[in-house]
């Protein structure tokens, strides 16, 4: 069975720091990546996406993943944060024929001191 | 583009009642799926209808069920609630391609005592 697994939590940075949060995924076959995000009193928003090609993708607000197929990985950074990139993030899978079935890590929540 | 709406946003019931939950999809979206939230379980996929038909299906007991409309909304109900069926209640929508986005709603928060 496809399963997600986020390393962190709950991170804490102070403004310009910067940010990895790792994402692992199990599952042997073509797979989308996701990474979305959820502000507080906010609904699940999308950050980026991995379908295929280039396996460093960008997304809004100056996030970027990198997709590394050997490790099973991908995980998402921004150089500089921002208090207001304070959110929980999650990483998500779907295989390749069942787009409508997101598979979702725990979530990490990103608290950044002004 | 209008997004994803659910209805109602915030519901109360006690054990044993029956609830519905609304999504009207995004325009021209036509697959529609259902996740939990729980503190404790995360985001849990429910499961997915496109065309009216259910397409794919999660771990949830049968309490839990939907359907599909023909204008692409949707509807899930869960019967004989339990304490644990407290979560945030999302959907999402997406294009009927092979390579999916999913749009998710605002939610709707049920709250069971």
């Known amino acids: 069975a496809q399963s997600v697994s986020q390393h962190n939590h709950h991170v804490i940075l102070s403004e310009a720091a910067s940010l990895e949060l790792g994402c692992n995924y199990s599952?042997?076959?073509?797979?989308?990546l996701f990474w979305y995000v959820q502000y507080p009193g906010q609904h699940l928003q999308l950050l980026l996406k991995?379908?295929?090609?280039?396996?460093l993708v960008k997304g809004i607000k100056g996030f970027e993943a990198e997709f590394i197929k050997s490790k099973f990985s991908f995980n998402l950074r921004k150089p500089s944060v921002q208090w207001s990139d304070t959110a929980e993030y999650f990483c998500?899978?779907?295989?390749?024929?069942?787009?409508?079935?997101?598979?979702f890590g725990q979530g990490t929540e990103l608290s950044v001191k002004p | 583009k209008a997004g994803v709406t659910q209805t109602p946003r915030y519901l109360i019931k006690t054990r044993g009642q029956q609830v519905t939950l609304s999504c009207s999809p995004i325009s021209g979206h036509r697959s529609v799926s259902w996740y939990q939230q729980t503190p404790g379980q995360g985001l849990q996929f429910l499961f997915e209808?496109?065309?009216?038909?259910?397409?794919n299906k999660g771990n949830f007991p049968g309490r839990f069920s939907g359907r599909q409309f023909s204008n692409s909304r949707s509807e899930m109900n869960v019967s004989t609630l339990e304490l644990g069926d407290s979560a945030l209640y999302l959907c999402?929508?997406?294009?009927?391609?092979?390579?999916?986005?999913?749009?998710f709603g605002p939610g709707t928060r049920l709250l069971v005592l």
């Open positions: 991995y379908f295929s090609g280039d396996p």
């Open positions: 999402a929508s997406s294009a009927p391609r092979v390579q999916e986005t999913q749009y």
């Open positions: 209808y496109f065309s009216e038909t259910q397409r």
């Open positions: 998500a899978v779907s295989s390749y024929n069942q787009g409508g079935k997101l598979i």
């Open positions: 599952y042997g076959g073509t797979v989308n």
